[in-house]
Nanobody, 130 residues
Framework: QVQLVESGGGSVRTGGSLRLSCAAS????????MAWFRQAPGKEREGVAR???????RYAESVKGRFTISKDAAENIFYLQMNALEPEDTAMYYC????????????????????????WGQGTQVTVSS
């Protein structure tokens, strides 16, 4: 049974930093696509960053240059380092991963929609105040 557990959220001031962690258990496939999403109140869930087993990454335009996605493959932990945080980054952050052995490429596009991901964590709140 796949479980994803996020941690590392909190409250910071504008310009601050946080590092989110997503511990994955029960997922032993060498090929995968993992992403961080966020959802602010009243808004749709949106992709923030994505990484695959080959370390290819993608970022939302709004976080490029500020956020970095990475992984510790040995420990099955994914990270989202968030620097220069802004109030607009305030949201619940979720990690998600694909079904068994599926990568990021779908043939005609890359996974970036919440519906592209099978397993989800419970979320961790990030609040940035000015």
């Amino acid at each position: 049974q796949v479980q994803l557990v996020e941690s590392g959220g909190g409250s910071v001031r504008t310009g601050g930093s946080l590092r989110l962690s997503c511990a994955a258990s029960g997922y032993t496939y060498s090929r995968y696509c993992m992403a961080w999403f966020r959802q602010a109140p009243g808004k749709e869930r949106e992709g923030v960053a994505r990484i695959d087993a080959g370390d290819a990454t993608r970022y939302a335009e709004s976080v490029k240059g500020r956020f970095t996605i990475s992984k510790d493959a040995a420990e099955n932990i994914f990270y989202l380092q968030m620097n220069a945080l802004e109030p607009e980054d305030t949201a619940m952050y979720y990690c998600a991963i694909t079904s068994a052995g599926l990568g990021c490429y779908l043939g005609s596009r890359y996974r970036w929609s919440p519906s592209d991901f099978r397993f989800w964590g419970q979320g961790t709140q990030v609040t940035v105040s000015s």
